[in-house]
């Protein structure tokens, strides 16, 4: 063989057995990617298994809640109020149930669908268009329509268009004018059913009309309830107040209705402790101060959401609850006579003349022991004027007058408790008190220095002397005065005695809050000492603070300082409602869950020596034989009385002319030995031309009427 041929023989054996072992090579690696992917596989189904065991074994649960939170939602609604009573168990205010058409609004229902819903409504039922519609309502039923939404939106500037959604609306709304606001009555009447539609929160509850509901109207809409999507029928409440007596309705207050719902200024403190915004809650009064009480406890319902987001079941969780009720401590027929006799006095006053100048009267009467109420009355007068008006929250809301002496007795306790008289020795000489520049001040009853005399401090109260409080004002200043012409010092050195004073009148409740179960008490009026300039400080005001002619008061808080006397020095709180009950079977009033106890606010800082001597002071106010005892009128009384009365001086002006006129107050009460019934009556600014007493006539009937109803055997 050719060595060639040779050498090529072996490059081609050579080249075979290459190739050979090339595809031995190949087949080898193959088998093993197809493993190693097939252990992939392998791994991410047993993962994926684990995974769903997971989720099908271990958390089944927690999973099932979730896919339910998606189509079942749990949704409250409001209930009605507790019931007010009066002390009797009469009631007073309730709610009066009514046919209704609800709305509950689920999220996938937009403004075009609710367009629609109102309009085969307004076939259906009678609505009378709201004239309370406000421009707002109306743009918003403009745009629900979608012709109008779309020419809107071709209006907005290339800015707008680069907003948020809320913010593109909010454009549009500021596009319409009032050309485009002219609907007639028809489509006034589609607007209001709109507009209730689109108050309503998602799967809350709204009132799309809930007075007058006929049960025409009720049938009707149960026979198209296929093609009314959240609407059904039900049942709402209104307030009413059923006591004929105006006081009474006045104090127990007001209630919100579902359209104003919760007070804008109050609304986010509502929404924390769980209320709707269309909450009805009590605005004043009674029906404010003890809402967390009426308000009842929420329905629960657990409604259910079907594929297009319509409701298509609902099933109650919890009934819920009516409010607790309120019983009163006011007993309706004496706070009737009560009444009667403010009015029927104040009017003789008016008639006479007597009142032209007058701002009203204010009167309370109240329990000294336990602070219960039992009967308020109060009529504003305009001057000039023939007419009056209920105003009985004026007693304790805004209304506040200078008292005259019906106080001296605080100003005796800040005496005793500062020691500039005691006990033993509280006689001081009454005379008229020369301030240096500046006319005398002195007693009614000593004017001119004709009747001066050693008195101690119950005979001051007795015949109420004004020099008397004077003095005691002046030894907090360090002034024992002993006659002739005395400079007062000046208003700084002043303040001392000015905080002295109003300190002892606070501890009566005199200048401060009575804590009186009630919003928005008064405090009455301090004059400051800033505003006490050259041009109105002739340095006796301290003095006339002492006696009356200078602060002013409620006529509430003139209830609480004479009962912290009559009850032997405690100031307890007044209070109108007498406890908290629950519900019968027929959710009328049930059994009492929480009694409003008596609260002592505080304790008059004065010994029951000293205490006892302003007691008796009180009751020779009435029974004293003294020529200038001040209250005798009230010894002809039912009961036997103790009282202070208090004439504050001031002036009116007519065709340019100072008319002197006088407020007439009185603390008055009884019977002395154990009190049951105080009372206070303001009437200011009384011309007194026939002289009369009206205060004490006043106060007199009423305390007559007290005995006849409970204590006469």
Same mark, same amino acid.
């Given at each position: 063989?050719?060595?060639?041929?040779?050498?090529?023989?072996?490059?081609?054996?050579?080249?075979?057995?290459?190739?050979?072992?090339?595809?031995?090579?190949?087949?080898?690696?193959?088998?093993?990617?197809?493993?190693?992917?097939?252990?992939?596989?392998?791994?991410?189904?047993?993962?994926?298994?684990?995974?769903?065991?997971?989720?099908?074994?271990?958390?089944?649960?927690?999973?099932?809640?979730?896919?339910?939170?998606?189509?079942?939602?749990?949704?409250?609604?409001?209930?009605?109020?507790?019931?007010?009573?009066?002390?009797?168990?009469?009631?007073?205010?309730?709610?009066?149930?009514?046919?209704?058409?609800?709305?509950?609004?689920?999220?996938?229902?937009?403004?075009?669908?609710?367009?629609?819903?109102?309009?085969?409504?307004?076939?259906?039922?009678?609505?009378?268009?709201?004239?309370?519609?406000?421009?707002?309502?109306?743009?918003?039923?403009?745009?629900?329509?979608?012709?109008?939404?779309?020419?809107?939106?071709?209006?907005?500037?290339?800015?707008?268009?680069?907003?948020?959604?809320?913010?593109?609306?909010?454009?549009?709304?500021?596009?319409?004018?009032?050309?485009?606001?002219?609907?007639?009555?028809?489509?006034?009447?589609?607007?209001?059913?709109?507009?209730?539609?689109?108050?309503?929160?998602?799967?809350?509850?709204?009132?799309?009309?809930?007075?007058?509901?006929?049960?025409?109207?009720?049938?009707?809409?149960?026979?198209?309830?296929?093609?009314?999507?959240?609407?059904?029928?039900?049942?709402?409440?209104?307030?009413?107040?059923?006591?004929?007596?105006?006081?009474?309705?006045?104090?127990?207050?007001?209630?919100?209705?579902?359209?104003?719902?919760?007070?804008?200024?109050?609304?986010?403190?509502?929404?924390?402790?769980?209320?709707?915004?269309?909450?009805?809650?009590?605005?004043?009064?009674?029906?404010?101060?003890?809402?967390?009480?009426?308000?009842?406890?929420?329905?629960?319902?657990?409604?259910?959401?079907?594929?297009?987001?319509?409701?298509?079941?609902?099933?109650?969780?919890?009934?819920?609850?009516?409010?607790?009720?309120?019983?009163?401590?006011?007993?309706?027929?004496?706070?009737?006579?009560?009444?009667?006799?403010?009015?029927?006095?104040?009017?003789?006053?008016?008639?006479?003349?007597?009142?032209?100048?007058?701002?009203?009267?204010?009167?309370?009467?109240?329990?000294?022991?336990?602070?219960?109420?039992?009967?308020?009355?109060?009529?504003?007068?305009?001057?000039?004027?023939?007419?009056?008006?209920?105003?009985?929250?004026?007693?304790?809301?805004?209304?506040?007058?200078?008292?005259?002496?019906?106080?001296?007795?605080?100003?005796?306790?800040?005496?005793?408790?500062?020691?500039?008289?005691?006990?033993?020795?509280?006689?001081?000489?009454?005379?008229?008190?020369?301030?240096?520049?500046?006319?005398?001040?002195?007693?009614?009853?000593?004017?001119?220095?004709?009747?001066? $005399?050693?008195?101690?401090?119950?005979?001051?109260?007795?015949?109420?002397?004004?020099?008397?409080?004077?003095?005691?004002?002046? $030894?907090?200043?360090?002034?024992?005065?002993?006659?002739?012409?005395?400079?007062?010092?000046?208003?700084?050195?002043?303040?001392?005695?000015?905080?002295?004073?109003?300190?002892?009148?606070?501890?009566?409740?005199?200048?401060?809050?009575?804590?009186?179960?009630?919003?928005?008490?008064?405090?009455?009026?301090?004059?400051?000492?800033?505003?006490?300039?050259?041009?109105?400080?002739?340095?006796?005001?301290?003095?006339?603070?002492?006696?009356?002619?200078?602060?002013?008061?409620?006529?509430?808080?003139?209830?609480?300082?004479?009962?912290?006397?009559?009850?032997?020095?405690?100031?307890?709180?007044?209070?109108?409602?007498?406890?908290?009950?629950?519900?019968?079977?027929?959710?009328?009033?049930?059994?009492?869950?929480?009694?409003?106890?008596?609260?002592?606010?505080?304790?008059?800082?004065?010994?029951?020596?000293?205490?006892?001597?302003?007691?008796?002071?009180?009751?020779?106010?009435?029974?004293?034989?003294?020529?200038?005892?001040?209250? $005798?009128?009230?010894?002809?009384?039912?009961?036997?009385?103790?009282?202070?009365?208090?004439?504050?001086?001031?002036?009116?002006?007519?065709?340019?002319?100072?008319?002197?006129?006088?407020?007439?107050?009185?603390?008055?009460?009884?019977?002395?030995?154990?009190?049951?019934?105080?009372?206070?009556?303001?009437?200011?600014?009384?011309?007194?031309?026939?002289?009369?007493?009206?205060?004490?006539?006043?106060?007199?009937?009423?305390?007559?009427?007290?005995?006849?109803?409970?204590?006469?055997?």
């Amino acid at each position: 063989m050719r060595r060639k041929d040779f050498l090529s023989k072996e490059v081609w054996k050579t080249s075979l057995n290459d190739a050979k072992k090339g595809r031995e090579n190949k087949r080898g690696h193959i088998p093993f990617r197809l493993n190693f992917l097939f252990f992939i596989i392998f791994v991410l189904f047993v993962a994926l298994i684990l995974r769903l065991g997971n989720l099908q074994i271990v958390n089944s649960d927690k999973w099932e809640k979730e896919i339910k939170s998606a189509t079942v939602t749990t949704v409250k609604q409001s209930t009605p109020r507790g019931s007010i009573y009066d002390a009797t168990g009469k009631v007073l205010a309730t709610n009066q149930a009514n046919a209704a058409i609800t709305f509950t609004r689920t999220n996938d229902m937009s403004a075009t669908d609710m367009l629609a819903l109102a309009k085969e409504l307004n076939q259906l039922i009678e609505m009378p268009a709201d004239e309370n519609l406000n421009p707002r309502d109306l743009k918003d039923y403009y745009l629900a329509d979608k012709k109008h939404l779309e020419a809107a939106q071709k209006k907005l500037s290339t800015k707008d268009q680069l907003k948020s959604s809320s913010e593109q609306y909010q454009a549009m709304i500021d596009q319409i004018d009032d050309d485009q606001l002219k609907f007639d009555e028809n489509e006034l009447k589609i607007a209001t059913i709109f507009t209730r539609l689109n108050s309503g929160q998602n799967l809350k509850p709204v009132f799309v009309k809930n007075k007058d509901v006929t049960n025409e109207e009720l049938a009707i809409v149960a026979e198209n309830a296929s093609k009314l999507p959240g609407i059904s029928t039900g049942t709402d409440w209104d307030r009413e107040v059923v006591t004929a007596s105006n006081p009474l309705a006045s104090i127990i207050g007001r209630v919100s209705t579902s359209k104003q719902g919760l007070p804008s200024e109050e609304a986010e403190e509502y929404l924390k402790k769980g209320y709707f915004s269309n909450d009805r809650v009590g605005t004043s009064f009674l029906e404010k101060q003890y809402e967390d009480q009426l308000q009842g406890k929420k329905s629960e319902y657990e409604v259910t959401i079907d594929n297009n987001g319509t409701i298509s079941n609902t099933k109650e969780l919890s009934a819920g609850s009516k409010g607790d009720n309120l019983k009163l401590t006011i007993d309706e027929a004496f706070q009737d006579k009560f009444d009667e006799i403010v009015k029927n006095g104040y009017q003789e006053l008016i008639n006479s003349g007597d009142a032209e100048f007058s701002n009203g009267i204010y009167a309370v009467a109240m329990n000294p022991k336990t602070g219960a109420i039992l009967g308020v009355s109060g009529y504003y007068h305009e001057e000039g004027s023939s007419e009056i008006q209920d105003d009985a929250i004026g007693t304790f809301v805004g209304r506040q007058f200078e008292p005259g002496s019906a106080i001296k007795a605080a100003t005796i306790t800040t005496g005793f408790d500062h020691d500039v008289i005691t006990p033993e020795n509280n006689t001081i000489y009454d005379q008229p008190i020369y301030l240096a520049g500046s006319p005398a001040k002195a007693s009614v009853f000593n004017p001119y220095g004709s009747n001066n $005399r050693y008195i101690d401090a119950a005979q001051a109260l007795e015949i109420s002397s004004n020099s008397y409080m004077m003095q005691i004002a002046l $030894r907090l200043l360090g002034i024992d005065y002993k006659g002739g012409s005395l400079q007062i010092p000046g208003l700084a050195d002043q303040k001392t005695a000015y905080e002295q004073l109003r300190e002892g009148f606070a501890q009566y409740g005199l200048g401060v809050k009575t804590g009186v179960d009630m919003p928005e008490e008064a405090v009455g009026g301090q004059v400051a000492y800033n505003e006490l300039s050259d041009a109105n400080f002739d340095g006796g005001k301290v003095l006339d603070l002492a006696f009356g002619q200078f602060d002013t008061y409620t006529p509430i808080q003139l209830a609480q300082y004479v009962s912290a006397i009559a009850n032997g020095g405690e100031r307890v709180a007044p209070h109108f409602v007498e406890g908290i009950y629950g519900n019968n079977e027929n959710g009328d009033l049930g059994t009492l869950q929480k009694a409003i106890e008596k609260k002592v606010l505080n304790k008059i800082d004065i010994t029951p020596e000293e205490m006892a001597i302003i007691q008796q002071g009180m009751h020779d106010v009435v029974h004293g034989n003294d020529p200038f005892t001040t209250a $005798r009128p009230l010894a002809t009384a039912k009961m036997d009385l103790s009282a202070k009365t208090g004439t504050a001086e001031a002036y009116a002006y007519k065709d340019g002319q100072e008319i002197p006129v006088n407020n007439l107050n009185a603390v008055v009460y009884g019977p002395t030995e154990d009190p049951e019934i105080a009372v206070s009556i303001m009437i200011p600014r009384i011309k007194q031309s026939n002289h009369s007493y009206p205060n004490l006539s006043i106060t007199k009937d009423i305390m007559d009427a007290y005995y006849d109803m409970y204590l006469a055997k």
